[in-house]
């Protein structure tokens, strides 16, 4: 063994080596900001930041900040509860919520949607769902594919209850062509 040998300095690089290998949390985000920092926003116009910035929260589900939005705009997406949700938060995220000519297609515990076009087609919706699940949260996607996934319901009972009842009518269509 080496006569100058100190073992609490040795100790003291062997902490240093391992925290240089080990990653925190933290550790992680402030080398991926520093990156960001560094290497991509500067190649980046104001435009080009807010669709970033946007993209980013949407990434990690939470709502990107206001100002970045832009006039106009709202959240892409967003998880309301029944009392919360209400038709001109609606309107302002939708742009062809047209009353008595279209609007969107609502959930029901069964295999069809409810038309919800206007404030009164809102309120019988959420008096109905509401008095079935109580205050149940709903999710509203902007920019959903398809017309059918636009609003839905985040209710475990809800959704129980409409796959129960598509697979009843699936059963009876199975029996039915037996016969």
Known sequence: MNDNFDLYEYKDQLKSKLR???LTGRDASTKVIAFLRDS??????????DEFIIDMCKHM?????????????GPRQKV???????????????????PGIGGLRFPTNT???YMVGDEQDLERWKIDTKSKYGNINMKIDVEASSPWERIKVLDDTFIQDKNDYIDSKAQALKDESTL
């Open 61 to 73: 589900d939470v709502e990107p900040p206001a100002y970045r939005l832009g006039e106009g705009s």
């Open 40 to 49: 991509i926003y500067p190649k980046l116009d104001g435009a080009g930041m």
């Open 80 to 98: 309301v509860s029944l009392d919360d949700l209400t038709f001109d938060l609606l309107d302002s995220m939708f742009d062809d919520i047209t």
């Open 111 to 113: 295999d069809a949607s």
């Open 20 to 22: 240089e290998q080990s």
